[in-house]
């Protein structure tokens, strides 16, 4: 019987042949519930290209796919837009049975594939704006360095106006529906928005220029095709435009407290911050780290204006999960909030001061002094929790209307 991993066609002359994980639950501290795919691109060109391979255990299955348009050996040339393992993690092996005349990354990825891998073949490095010929089609590249590693580019196939833009634009869901218009938006925004605030934020800035570079040279595009996730053919300018929007990281009247809780005293301060918040007209998130995962938390900062952070003292520290998420925040950097942090101790109570010191590392505005409290809050320290959030929310609604 024929394999039934089939290719799905996606322009006359262009086939996915990537590979579906329906069961990854994980990237790198990132949860991704509805699982992922790896996208893989056959150019049916003069000469035959393929874009990106997939992650190591899932050759099998990309194979087959691209065995249902074409021998496998008649692949001319295998282009790599990005070197992280989840699409080239079989490169090894692909070039082993392909034997390609050629593979392609960028200058900054061929010395990456090198240093991931034993590869016995040369790499053709390309620059920013240079083209390659496939024959009948043309292919220009554009490199997006920290975008999300400095290897990173995307390919553009000129005569088709489709982007190749590797984890841009890109989603962790696994599906056998290849395209957005198949998909129900709201599980497109969210997913996007989720792998942007968990993967893209820290870059935000680089998206911006990309974007203006884009703009200023005047590309456009019938489809968007990213290496995870569905492509972009219906709803391209509502991606870009939303990419636009999550770089600049303009606050809106959103807070969102997010904490630790022992005996639930800091959860009661969480919660009267929570009512300050909404008092001072921002719209309230609470998120105990005892039932969210940090991903969510990060998506939901993604346009917030405040962010409150409180944890019990546990050992002379913050209580654990509170670490958890406070590392994962300060490595994607999200901007422009205002901020305070909050908790109750037993006997030493330095977590809050360590919240503080991590809130201003990442140049959160803090809106008042951190409030601590031994033991249980009474009704004087709930008082002084709701003016902290009725505080905040003043600041970020001033930044609003300052513009
Ligand atoms: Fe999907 Fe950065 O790898």
Excluded at 71 to 89: F, L
Aim: glycine share 10%.
């Amino acid at each position: 019987m024929k394999s039934p991993y089939r290719a799905v066609k996606v322009t006359d002359d262009v086939w996915w042949v990537g590979a579906i994980d329906w069961n990854i639950r994980e990237f790198h501290g990132y949860r991704t519930p509805r699982g992922s795919t790896y996208n893989a691109y056959l150019i049916m060109a003069d000469k035959i290209t393929l874009v990106d391979t997939v992650k190591a255990p899932f050759r099998g299955e990309m194979m087959a796919r691209i065995a249902d348009v074409i021998e496998p050996g008649r692949i001319d040339y295998i282009v790599s837009d990005h070197s992280e393992m989840d699409h080239s993690g079989c490169l090894p092996e692909v070039i082993g049975a392909v034997r390609p005349e050629k593979v392609i990354s960028s200058a900054v990825g061929s010395k990456t594939l090198t240093e991931l891998f034993p590869l016995k073949t040369e790499i053709t490095a390309v620059e920013d704006g240079e083209t390659l010929s496939l024959g009948n089609r043309t292919l220009t590249f554009m490199e997006t360095r920290m975008l999300h590693w400095p290897d990173s580019m995307f390919a553009y196939l000129n005569e088709e106006e489709l982007l190749f833009s590797q984890d841009g634009f890109g989603m962790h869901l696994a599906s056998l529906e290849r395209f957005d218009d198949q998909i129900d938006p709201a599980i497109l925004e969210y997913e996007a928005a989720t792998y942007y605030a968990n993967i893209i934020l820290p870059y935000s800035p680089l998206v911006l220029k990309l974007l203006d570079k884009v703009t200023a040279a005047g590309l456009s595009f019938k489809m968007i095709a990213p290496d995870h996730g569905p492509l972009w053919r219906k709803d391209i300018g509502g991606i870009i435009g939303r990419y636009a929007r999550w770089a600049a990281q303009k606050p809106t009247a959103k807070g969102v407290v997010v904490y630790a809780t022992m005996w639930h005293s800091t959860e009661i301060m969480a919660r009267a911050i929570g009512e300050g918040l909404a008092a001072g007209g921002l719209r309230v998130k609470l998120m105990s780290m005892d039932q969210v995962h940090r991903s969510d938390v990060v998506y939901e900062l993604l346009g917030a204006g405040a962010l409150a952070v409180g944890s019990s003292t546990l050992n002379n520290n913050m209580l654990p999960a509170m670490a958890d998420v406070m590392t994962y925040l300060r490595g994607l950097k999200p901007q422009n909030l205002v901020g305070a942090a909050f908790g109750s101790y037993g006997w030493s109570g330095e977590a809050v001061r360590q919240l503080e010191e991590i809130l201003a590392g990442m140049k959160v505005d803090l809106a008042g002094e951190g409030i601590r409290v031994k033991n249980v809050p009474d009704e004087g320290v709930l008082t002084r929790c709701y003016e902290l959030g009725m505080g905040m929310a003043q600041k970020v609604n001033s930044r609003l209307s300052a513009g």
